[in-house]
């Protein structure tokens, strides 16, 4: 079962800022539109589950051509996507996401949702050799690439090069990235860093 996120908001801002969100902390490409009538649910396969982010005004207005379209149609989470917690966020939403909310709230907020074992990251973390998880594990805990080397008993040299390696097969750049990929992936918990690291 995929997990489709699709955004629907009339504010450019608001589509591009999540959609960048999702793709850093949950490796994912999200459906973006300014309507309703602009998301085909061709791109939806009947077992996947879908994470709708919507304008919680644009949901009154359509609400019932939503209910047809994804709700009645795919097993669907629902999440309102605001400027400001206001009264238009009716109880059929599963959660609140504001403007104001940075990365690692977002994350704090569909972690629950998203359970670890069930998301898949874009790239197969089967790709990663033993040798790279372990040196992931060491990135994402905050160890230096000195430190790394002196841990794990392995030169400088070739902490770099398995660096670059774990970063073209996963196409992940930052820290942040390559920590919540951890997490995600079952490398490393939770309890073993500062969440406010990933802000």
Known sequence: MDKKFIIIHP???????????????????PVCAASVNDISTEIINRNDEVFLFVD??????????IQQRFIGQFKCKLFAVVFFDNNLVRPEFDATISIFDDSKMIFSKLEKFLPKKSLQASTDNS????REKDILREVALGFSNKEIADRLFISIHTVISHRK?????????????????????GIISTDNIDMNTLI
């Open 165 to 185: 390696n774990i970063t073209e097969k996963l196409g992940i750049k930052s820290i942040s990235g390559l920590t919540v990929y951890a997490i995600i992936n």
């Open 11 to 29: 504010s450019d801002i608001f589509r591009k800022g999540l959609h960048a969100v999702f793709e850093e902390i949950y490796f994912i490409d």
């Open 56 to 65: 919680p005004e644009l949901y009154l207005r359509e609400n019932t051509f």
């Open 127 to 130: 790709c990663l050799s033993q």
